[in-house]
T-cell receptor, first 111, second 113 residues
Framework: NAGVTQTPKFQVLKTGQSMTLQCAQDMNHEYMSWYRQDPGMGLRLIHYSVGAGITDQGEVPNGYNVSRSTTEDFPLRLLSAAPSQTSVYFC??????????FGSGTRLTVV | AQSVTQLGSHVSVSEGALVLLRCNYSSSVPPYLFWYVQYPNQGLQLLLKYTSAATLVKGINGFEAEFKKSETSFHLTKPSAHMSDAAEYFCAVIPTNAGKSTFGDGTTLTVKP
């Protein structure tokens, strides 16, 4: 099925560890983005990309890196995990008509 | 630049009652407007969207929304709530110049039997 695939679904990290959240889409969408969702704060944009080789910062980029080497993949890297990064992370791609397709999310806990 | 305000972080209705979830926006260029729904432990799914065609937009599961430019609103309604409508609902605005999107903070809908 066409869509956005995120892995892993759950992850527990220790403070200071690094990891990469994977995101892949098979709809040939140019625009991809990462959000974090925290209770009472809605969705906050971390980073986004308008095409391969192009990335830009969103509202809350500190502590996260992204790259976009292909149209399909948009990984999010946590450089040195902190408890404040405990959250649910969503990857989304945006196609024609500006409609988003969201992944099912990654629940990250940093202890 | 744009912003989205969802009035009421929690809305509770009885089964069979009218559902009204409020969304107001501001945008420096004509916007596209969306409502998304998120069921527990899932990602967001598109409910409906306004992209400058008809101002009254019908979506899935009996929901509809009306774009009112004079009021800068895009409220979501459903005539009769069902238990399965319990979820979190997000309003979003995307400028028509293909800029960044902005999501509201979400409204949690509870449906009482």
């Amino acid at each position: 099925n066409a869509g956005v695939t995120q892995t892993p679904k759950f992850q527990v990290l220790k403070t200071g560890q690094s990891m990469t959240l994977q995101c892949a889409q098979d709809m040939n969408h140019e625009y991809m983005s990462w959000y974090r969702q925290d209770p009472g704060m809605g969705l906050r944009l971390i980073h986004y990309s308008v095409g391969a080789g192009i990335t830009d910062q969103g509202e809350v980029p500190n502590g996260y890196n992204v790259s976009r080497s292909t149209t399909e993949d948009f990984p999010l890297r946590l450089l040195s995990a902190a408890p404040s990064q405990t959250s649910v992370y969503f990857c989304a791609s945006r196609g024609d008509r500006d409609t988003y397709t969201f992944g099912s999310g990654t629940r990250l806990t940093v202890v | 630049a744009q912003s989205v305000t969802q009035l009421g972080s929690h809305v509770s209705v009885s089964e069979g009652a009218l559902v009204l979830l409020r969304c107001n926006y501001s945008s420096s260029v004509p916007p596209y407007l969306f409502w998304y729904v998120q069921y527990p432990n899932q990602g967001l799914q598109l409910l409906l969207k306004y992209t400058s065609a008809a101002t009254l937009v019908k979506g899935i599961n009996g929901f509809e929304a009306e774009f009112k430019k004079s009021e800068t609103s895009f409220h979501l309604t459903k005539p009769s709530a069902h238990m399965s409508d319990a979820a979190e609902y997000f309003c979003a605005v995307i400028p028509t110049n293909a800029g960044k999107s902005t999501f509201g903070d979400g409204t949690t809908l509870t449906v009482k039997p």
